[in-house]
């Protein structure tokens, strides 16, 4: 069975990329046609009417999230998956609320493509009606409190990363990103067996210990750049985590760079 596909890149190379992923390693998918932006990607799809659409998110005229509303509304049925170089969490949070579940990042890879197109492979057989609905389908097709995926859950760490100065609790990542707290919970369990704020103390530590090991930080300055308010406080936390003062951990790496001279 042959799947029908549009891609909206405005990328020359990403575009290619794609292309010959799709040919090589996707065979039952046809790139029925290609676009440079979300207007043009509209007409095509209601020109050749395909089973999925592969939209980037930053285009010139219409970008991937006007396009994807606007797709929505005119064939509630299509299937579509992002593909994009940013890790963005108000995109994300936008095109799931639209049923957008997989959002790829860029550079796209095989495994990556090909995963992405298997798993939907099942959903456009039910919309067309030629098979069976099977257990799985109920679990991919999921509103934003039950997305379960490595990439959805990489996001989520980005957006902690990115925000570690600021004073994060669990309660306002979850509403942020639009999940519940019991469900983020559940997340962080599964993928790295911390707790939230035990993972969360954990990456400033290791954020911190970078700022120090530079040898152009100060204590009070590495603590706050990792998110710590209370110097002590961040010293305390410093020491359990690594068994050393923020200090003697300086003075280690200073006395092993003199070493290795």
């Known amino acids: 069975m042959r799947y029908r596909l549009v891609l909206a890149e405005d990328e020359p190379a990403s575009a290619e990329n794609v292309r010959d992923i799709i040919r090589i390693y996707c065979p039952q998918f046809e790139l029925v046609a290609a676009a440079e932006n979300g207007a043009e990607c509209l007409e095509l799809v209601r020109k050749y009417h395909p089973d999925l659409v592969l939209t980037d998110i930053k285009m010139p005229v219409m970008n991937g999230l ?53 798993r939907i492979v099942p959903l456009i057989n039910n919309i067309r009606g030629k098979s069976q609905i099977i257990p799985h389908i109920q679990e991919i097709e999921q509103p934003i409190t039950k997305i379960d995926t490595p990439e959805f859950f990489g996001l989520i760490e980005e957006y902690v990363k990115f925000n570690l100065k600021e004073p994060l609790s669990l309660q306002q990542v979850c509403m942020h990103i639009g999940i519940s707290q019991t469900y983020m919970s559940r997340l962080f369990r599964k993928y790295t067996g911390l707790s939230f704020s035990n993972y ?45 003062s923020p200090s003697d951990y300086i003075s280690g790496i200073q006395k092993k760079a003199k070493e290795n001279k």
């Open 66 to 118: 006007e396009l994807i509303r606007l797709l929505y509304e005119d064939i509630a049925e299509i299937k579509v998956r992002i593909l994009s170089g940013y890790p963005d969490f108000d995109y994300a949070r936008t095109a799931i609320q639209h049923g957008v579940i997989d959002y790829l990042l860029k550079p796209i890879t095989p495994n990556s493509l090909q995963a992405t197109l298997n």
């Open 200 to 244: 969360l103390t954990r990456i400033r530590i290791e954020f911190a210990k970078q700022y120090l090991s530079s040898g152009k930080t100060m204590i009070k300055d590495a603590a706050a750049l990792a998110g710590f308010k209370d110097q002590f406080y961040f010293s305390k936390v410093f020491k359990s985590y690594t068994g050393l």
